[in-house]
């Protein structure tokens, strides 16, 4: 593992132990009246109301977050193209993802902790099919075709400088390689990798999460390894799992626990114990904590409460 002092979440670790993300930048534009019933998804509103992308940014700024996530989690070239945008605006979008992120955090309020990190969203290859596949793991696409498709945003958005790269909601360990190899090629950024799980110990694939871990540890510049848009049920045993073969920094963000449908874009069933499983996973060696899908500025900002008023501890 690298020295924590060249780790983008070094300051946040160093100064409390427990670092905290925003919540599903979806949910909170949904909250809003914003339908994303759309294949490209929250990434639309890049085109069409860049304002509301920047509006929900500031609502979990508001709420203590010390890292936005950008809107490319659902952008692509491929995604852009089959929605008719041409290349050189594909681009332009890309990078305004990351620029409506920056615009929020320098226009903040100074607070007295550090400044939160811009984190570009690259969200897996299921997204651009946009058939609810990053919960299966299965589609159908070689390491190659996976990597090319990778890449080519990479690159797009590392020169729009973000503090680190998003890799999540990985559910396959083909994905996890190939994004491993795009950052092996980057000497310049750090970036998390968040897997999408099934159980309490396997991605959607089938693959034991201490597999992709150890292969995270291997690889310089990886930020954290951690679990997203998972039930909040199966996260703490995970961090568990991920505890026992890496001292890299653990990022979890576990969505409500409500069921996706994919066909119908829509949720269903009750919300589980999230506040609880975030203590739960804090407990269990988890430093970096925030929510995922269902999960909005409210959630955040009672989080964040919670660790400044020391209710929690780092591991």
């Known amino acids: 593992m690298e020295s924590l002092s060249r780790n983008p979440f070094g300051p946040f670790l160093e100064a409390s132990g427990l670092a905290v993300l925003d919540g599903g930048l979806a949910t909170a534009l949904e909250a809003r009246g914003h339908s994303l019933a759309d294949e490209l998804w929250s990434a639309r509103l890049l085109q069409d109301d860049p304002e509301a992308i920047a509006f929900a940014h500031r609502s979990y700024l508001e709420a203590g977050a010390d890292c936005l996530t950008t809107s490319s989690y659902q952008a692509s070239y491929g995604g852009f193209a ?45 997204a651009y099919l946009a058939d609810g596949s990053e919960y299966t793991g ?30 999540e909601t990985i559910p396959n360990e083909t994905e996890a390689e190939a994004l491993l190899n795009v950052l092996s090629g980057d000497d310049r950024h750090w970036a998390w990798f968040s897997f999408c799980c099934r159980d309490g110990g396997h991605l959607w694939d089938g693959t034991p999460i201490e597999q992709v871990a150890t292969a995270c540890d291997q690889v310089a510049r990886v930020a954290a390894v951690g679990v997203n848009c998972t ?37 269903h069933g009750t919300d589980e114990a999230w506040m609880a499983s975030v203590e739960a996973s804090i407990q269990a060696g988890a430093n970096i904590v925030g929510g995922c899908c269902r999960i909005g500025p409210r959630e955040i900002a009672e989080l964040r409460q919670r660790v400044d008023r020391g209710d929690w501890s780092g591991p």
């Open 82 to 126: 089959a929605a008719g945008i041409e290349r050189a605006e594909a681009t332009a979008l890309l990078l305004r993802s990351t620029e409506l992120a920056r615009r929020t955090v320098e226009a903040r309020e100074p607070g007295t902790r550090s400044t939160p990190l811009v984190a570009a969203s690259i969200g897996p290859y299921a």
């Open 231 to 267: 039930a909040p049920r199966l996260v703490p045993e995970l961090v568990e799992r991920l505890r026992s073969v890496t001292d890299l920094p653990i990022i979890v963000y576990p969505n409500s626990g409500e069921r996706y449908e994919a066909t119908t874009r829509s949720w």
């Open 138 to 167: 299965r589609y159908e696409a070689s390491l190659a075709e996976i990597d090319a498709f990778h890449r080519e945003r990479w690159e797009t958005l590392a020169t729009s400088t973000p503090d680190l790269m998003a890799c």
